[in-house]
């Protein structure tokens, strides 16, 4: 392993869903600590000890790798400076150089995602869908990587990842489709999707822009493929992992689709090839009359809403734990 993500649903199966916390939120509670004191005790702690853990990759890469992911409050997606001020409060609070700091691809997200790299803070900009949206992410981060520079800050050690995310594309889209009697195209946008954001990627890595900054040693902000775990049983359980491999890429399996992989995963490069195929399909999905721009916002707007009913719900779990009886 190599990293480690965390976000609401996660935390909420976690710790509403066991009962590995509960001794802790005892204690917690005996202190007099509230509902949304005791939540942030028991995530600051598990997220410093999993950034402990990982220090050693993080060291023995230089800062490559072993980091850890704690995301702003799902309140604040669309509060662009509360999302800047909790991004350096929970990076104060964890006290982690391998944190990252989960901030979503919302128009309010992106220029707070570009304030904390300028502050330099690591940050993993989370809930990305569209090729459009990606674009506005990698402004983002030269901008904020510019200014962090301009500043006199040491760009050698901010590191940043784009988390765009697979398997739901294709679940909407494939809906989509289905409703239009188009299905040749089912299973096929989704990763197409992904290889023409790691084109936008690679025409960034080699502009002039990015060569100034890469001189000041900065690195890449690297794109990360998320939500991988195969949801349609027609489709390969490794199709978001086999078609996406190649260089600066991160991908977040999910423990049966690591699993799978490692027994009957294909490992080559993939991702840059079938750029132009990708073009097509994405292509004759217009044609089809399905706005992917509308898709990609949906989905944009269906994950803030899941994060926050996950944050919700963790929030009443924890009540319901600390009622007397």
């Known amino acids: 392993m190599r990293g480690l993500t965390s976000n609401p649903t996660i935390f909420e199966k976690a710790i509403t869903g066991s009962a590995d916390y509960d001794e802790q939120m005892r204690l ?9 004191e005791i939540y942030e005790a028991l995530v600051m702690d598990d997220i410093r000890q999993a950034a402990d853990i990982l220090r050693p990759v993080y060291d023995q890469t ?14 604040l997606a669309h509060d662009t400076d509360g999302t800047i001020a909790e991004a350096s409060r929970l990076f104060a609070a964890v006290d982690r150089p391998n944190l ?4 979503p691809a919302t128009s309010e997200g992106v220029p707070a995602i570009e304030a904390t790299i ?10 990305i869908f569209s090729v459009t949206h990606y674009q506005a992410v990698i402004e983002a981060f030269l901008s904020g990587l510019e200014k962090l520079a301009a500043a006199g800050g040491n760009v050698s050690r901010l590191a940043s990842v784009a988390s ?11 809906k989509a489709l289905q409703a239009v009697g188009e299905t040749e195209l089912q ?43 195969t949801k349609n049983p027609n489709y390969r359980d490794t199709i978001y992992v086999d078609d996406l491999i190649g260089p600066h890429t991160v991908n977040t399996m999910p423990p049966q689709t690591l699993s799978a992989f490692r027994d009957h995963g294909q490992l080559a490069e993939t991702v840059t090839g079938g750029v132009e195929e990708a073009r097509h399909f994405l292509a004759a999905l ?15 707007q269906a994950g803030v809403a899941s994060f ?13 734990k600390m009622a007397p009886g």
Not at 31 to 36: E, F, I, N, R, T
Not at 118 to 127: K, P, Q, R
Not at 207 to 220: I, Q, T
Not at 286 to 300: H, K, P
Request: charged share 20%; hydrophobic share 45%; proline share 3%.
């Open 118 to 127: 300028a502050n330099g803070i690591n940050v993993n900009v989370t809930l």
């Open 62 to 75: 230089h800062g490559a790798d072993g980091f850890v992911s704690l995301e702003v409050s799902p309140a």
């Open 286 to 300: 217009a044609a089809a009359g399905i706005d992917m721009d509308r898709v990609t916002q949906e989905l944009l």
């Open 187 to 229: 299973g096929k946008i989704a990763v197409a999707n992904a290889k023409l954001a790691y084109a936008c990627f690679q025409e960034v890595i080699d502009s002039p822009r990015w060569k100034v900054l890469a001189e000041k040693g900065a690195r890449p902000q690297r794109p990360l493929w998320a939500s991988t775990g």
């Open 164 to 174: 765009f995310f697979v398997s739901r594309v294709d679940t909407s889209v494939d």
């Open 308 to 320: 926050s009913a996950s944050f919700d719900q963790l929030l009443d779990g924890l009540k319901e």
């Open 100 to 103: 990252m700091i989960k901030i």
């Open 28 to 36: 917690l509670v005996q202190a007099g600590k509230s509902v949304a």
